[in-house]
């Protein structure tokens, strides 16, 4: 028998995670996996866990923010820049760290079947680095915010930003569901226009 490496998603979509089409990716699909997966594997204050769609949102904020005038489609991969969870999920970074290889490649080739189904190309080395910085920025703000760090063990972990910015409100996963959609709506939509 075969093993099967593929996820059923609720658009009907089978999305083999070891070769991953893009016309097997849906945004509905994304946001609605993204928002139900934990961030800090569900270790944060509040009524609800801190999803990846609301990390997603953060993350865009603060890149946009400290890159202005960027355009939509670079707006747009900070969005989508930890996609691939919402069919493998999110780990933390000391056992990704740990585990290394397998899946680092499996997330990359998610994120390069993303980035094709939405149109994006190859983000040049310097956005792909203000991404991870932002990214960066956004787990020490989380940190210090949501899962329990003080501002001294959160510097010696996570790189401090020189602006705080305030976190979304921890909220139901519809609820984080329907932000996400709408900030890619209004992305995707830039980004057509811009290459059309």
């Known amino acids: 028998m075969t093993s099967r490496a593929w996820q059923r998603m609720l658009s009907g979509r089978r999305l083999d995670i070891l070769q991953p089409s893009p016309l097997d990716i849906e945004i509905e699909d994304i946001a609605h996996g993204l928002a139900r997966v934990s961030r800090w594997n569900g270790q944060t204050s509040g009524p609800f866990s801190f999803s990846v769609a609301d990390h997603s949102l953060l993350v865009e904020a603060i890149f946009s923010r400290d890159n202005p005038g960027v355009a ?16 493998i999920g999110d780990l933390i970074s000391p056992f990704k760290n740990a585990i290394k290889g397998e899946y680092r490649m499996i997330e990359n080739h998610l994120l390069q079947a993303i980035h094709q189904r939405f ?22 703000m989380e940190a210090v915010a949501l899962a329990g760090f003080d501002v001294a063990e959160a510097t010696q972990i996570f790189s401090k930003p ?14 984080a569901k329907k932000a996400f959609l709408k900030r890619f709506n209004k992305l995707y939509e830039d ?3 811009m290459i059309a």
């Open 162 to 175: 020189d602006k705080l910015m305030d976190i979304p409100a921890v909220r139901a996963p519809m609820d």
């Open 119 to 140: 149109g994006l190309s190859a983000m040049p080395a310097g956005i792909h680095h203000a991404i991870k910085k932002a990214d960066g920025h956004a787990a020490y």
């Open 191 to 193: 980004h057509q226009h």
């Open 72 to 87: 939509p489609g670079h707006q747009l991969a900070a969005l989508l820049h930890d996609a691939p969870e919402f069919v």
